[in-house]
Structure formats: C-alpha cells, structure tokens
T-cell receptor, first 109, second 114 residues
Framework: SQQGEEDPQALSIQEGENATMNCSYK?????LQWYRQNSGRGLVHLILIRSNEREKHSGRLRVTLDTSKKSSSLLITASRAADTASYFCATDFGNQFYFGTGTSLTVIP | SQTIHQWPATLVQPVGSPLSLECTVE??????LYWYRQAAGRGLQLLFY??????ISSEVPQNLSASRPQDRQFILSSKKLLLSDSGFYLC?????????????FGPGTRLTVL
C-alpha cells in the first residue's frame, strides 16, 4: 500500500497548547498535503508542501517535510477548541492521492 | 466555484440491493474526479478516479463500479451490496497534476448496509 500513516492516532490537549502530528509515507512524492475533517463531513485542504520545500507556514500551521526520512509533521500552535477534528496527510502519485490513517485531535477548552 | 454535490446524504440499504451514488461538480471543466470510502474511524481508501469522460481507473477489486457519463458527473454503483460496503463515501475533484494539485471534497454520503 502507498498509504501514509499518521501518529499519534489520537491526541488530546488543553486549549492554548501546541499540537504536533506526524506522517510517514512510502514512495517518492511530488508534494504532500494536509487535510482536516470535522466529524461526519468532507475533508478540507489545509496546506501543501512541495517535495523541494522543507518547511511551510500558514497562519497557526507549520508543516515540515523530510524527504530523506519520508516523513512530515504538522504543528498547530495556540490550539483552540475549534481545532478539534481529524487530520490527514496525503501524497500524490500521478493522478492518484493516498491518504494516511489520520490523527484525531481533541482540544479541551 | 469549487462546489461538489453529492446525494443522497444518507442511505440505508439491505444486503443484496443495488446502489447508485451521484456526484456532480461545478467550476472548472475536465476535472479529475475521485471516489473514496472511509470506514468508521479510519482513513480514506481510494476506490476510483477519472481523468475524463468514460475514463475510469480502479484502485481495488470489489463489487463496486464507477462511471463518468458527463464531464462533471461521477457515479458510484453496485449491483449487489455487501455488509462491508457500509461507510462514508466521499467524492473529490482536483485540477490535475503539478505542484498545486489539491483536492476539493464533497459533503459525503453515509451508507449503511443492513
């Protein structure tokens, strides 16, 4: 399978803390993306990092990519209760996308 | 607009019954279209993708099929549902390959097979 895997599977933090989740993948990639899914809803694109980039920021999100280790991390700073959701990494292989198993984040007010 | 419509939103079907889920997209012509299935508490499994009318690629062997009769219409079907077909079905589109290739998802259809 070319699917990625996120860890941890579940993460619970207090509001205001930072949340870090990791993604590992198996094949070489064009880019890696992170998505968010609120319960029972479709996924929403958060950020894309290209294979030649090592770090990218978007608001409170910081993504790193280490192609030598085939891994990426997503950091959410100063978390809010509204950040409670599942987060997935996705890699593309031609026209196909492969999603990881997801990290379920709970931010406690 | 990147709007993606899926219907129905929820569906309860008996084992052995047929299935037809529809996805339509607005906006850019000739999008790449995708069907995913998400089991409860799990990640997304890519089922089918299409790069154009009548062009379907299947990722996993199963009792499901897909068709793309029009540029902005993508249909997921089954002749006989199995219990294991239960899940959350998501349709998505992308603009194609390249560094800015991101996916836009529809609201999903929750299918329960009893």
């Amino acid at each position: 399978s070319q699917q990625g895997e996120e860890d941890p599977q579940a993460l619970s933090i207090q509001e205001g803390e930072n949340a870090t989740m990791n993604c590992s993948y198996k094949t070489s990639i064009n880019n890696l993306q992170w998505y968010r899914q609120n319960s029972g809803r479709g996924l929403v694109h958060l950020i894309l990092i290209r294979s030649n980039e090592r770090e990218k920021h978007s608001g409170r999100l910081r993504v790193t990519l280490d192609t030598s280790k085939k891994s990426s991390s997503l950091l959410i700073t100063a978390s809010r209760a509204a950040d409670t959701a599942s987060y997935f990494c996705a890699t593309d292989f031609g026209n196909q996308f492969y999603f990881g198993t997801g990290t379920s984040l709970t931010v406690i007010p | 607009s990147q709007t993606i419509h899926q219907w129905p939103a929820t569906l309860v079907q008996p084992v052995g019954s047929p299935l037809s889920l529809e996805c339509t997209v607005e906006g850019t012509s000739n999008p790449n279209l995708y069907w995913y299935r998400q089991a409860a508490g799990r990640g997304l499994q890519l089922l089918f993708y299409s790069v154009g009318i009548g062009q379907i690629s299947s990722e996993v062997p199963q009792n499901l099929s897909a068709s793309r009769p029009q540029d902005r219409q993508f249909i997921l079907s089954s002749k006989k549902l199995l219990l294991s077909d239960s899940g959350f079905y998501l349709c998505a589109r992308s603009l194609g390959g390249g560094s800015y290739n991101e996916q836009f998802f529809g609201p999903g259809t929750r299918l329960t097979v009893l």
